[in-house]
């Protein structure tokens, strides 16, 4: 039965499959993104202190991506590679990848817990963090620490859940996190007073509901590829191999922490506290309106790395031609929603008027070359799902390394602070189209069965 459901990725028609794998992904990443935001809603209501405790949590998040990213490396590495190696008939070496993949998950997360839980003071002030928001920021982050075991197994086993094919059980992966943080905010926040403490405790309640429940599921016979103890057992050729494709999503996830950084110490040198807060609120409405196409892109993933494995490229060609579709229509309706109603999205985060004629101006200029972005979005997930490391890096390191970085810091120099908001927008541009380009000129090449045989 478990077998049958796999491989309807190789025999449903591709476009009934995406409808069926893709809906429940992008309602699973806007509850994601809900997840993350209602914190800073919440918080951004505190009375008296609200601006501040948002703008704190909001100078702790390059720590929450840099945990997320390494849940990436393995989640985002790993689970095409198991999917690709079912296309085959392979479940021996699938499940290998799992077991290794949480062996990696369970190590990182001693280490990144000892590690930023040691140094959360000075780091956060490398972050950007003042003397009027380091007490929230370390308040927020060192109670996420004791978490970070929960919020590394649920977002790095649920993309195993999803390459399955089993779409509806991802998505209740982090639903029953979001629902579960959602009511638990109010509770800790307003009615126990705690605060941004308070927000933290939510959180990591909600993160172990999400993980026990991917747990249960990936041990239990629903489950096409289970944990099994043997193969949790470090093997090295799969662990490289993981690393080697999951190096691209651990790039995108850590480098949004380091652009973060970048962006929040140039706006305190040149704009202030006031500056850092709306990129918060930024930040969080851009993740609004990307969300549904990463829900998207990772829904139909599974598709391309099954049928990659099964040697069935026409269904390949299909199923990419529609994603960069959908994609680019995804992304250019997220661009129009944020351009014209920026004040009533900043609305949804404070009542500081100042913060929100800030954010109003901003906005549509932060978010201006993301009509394009969906096409870069689409040919990442693409190579990922083909497995192609080399090149999937190369594109995740172009728009926030070579060129987001780099802009963020040399455009304020000649526009002030309003500069930083600029570099987004021109990177953007400028990696969607070269990330076309290369797509254009080397998919031919990638779908043959002798570059399939060194894959996985």
Known sequence: MESQHTSRLGIEPVGCLMAKLAFPSIIAQLINVLYNMVDRIYLGHIPDIG???????????????????FSAFTGRGGAPLAAIAMGKGDKTRAELFLGNSITYLLIISILLTVGFSIFKVPVLYAFGASDQTIGHATTYIGIYLIGTVFVQLSLGLNNFISAQGFAKTAMWSILIGAIANIILDPIFIFLFDLKVAGAAIATIISQALSAVWIFYFLLSKKSTIRIRFPRMRIQYPIVAKILSLGISPFVMYATESAIIIVFNFGLQRYGGDLYVGAMTIMNSVMQLMVVPLQGFTQGIQPIISYNYGARKFDRVKKTVLITVIVAFLFSSMGWLLSSIFPRIFASWFTTDMQLIGLVEKALPIFVGGMWLFGIQIACQTAFLGLGQSRISLFIALLRKVILLIPLALILPRFFGVMGIFWAEPVSDI???????????????KILTEKVLDRIA
Request: glycine share 8%; proline share 3%.
């Open 51 to 69: 601006k501040e405790a948002l703008t704190g949590v909001g100078v702790a998040f390059p720590i929450i991506m840099i945990i997320a990213a």
């Open 430 to 444: 400028i990696s969607a189209s070269t990330s076309g380009l290369v797509f254009l000129f080397s998919y031919k």
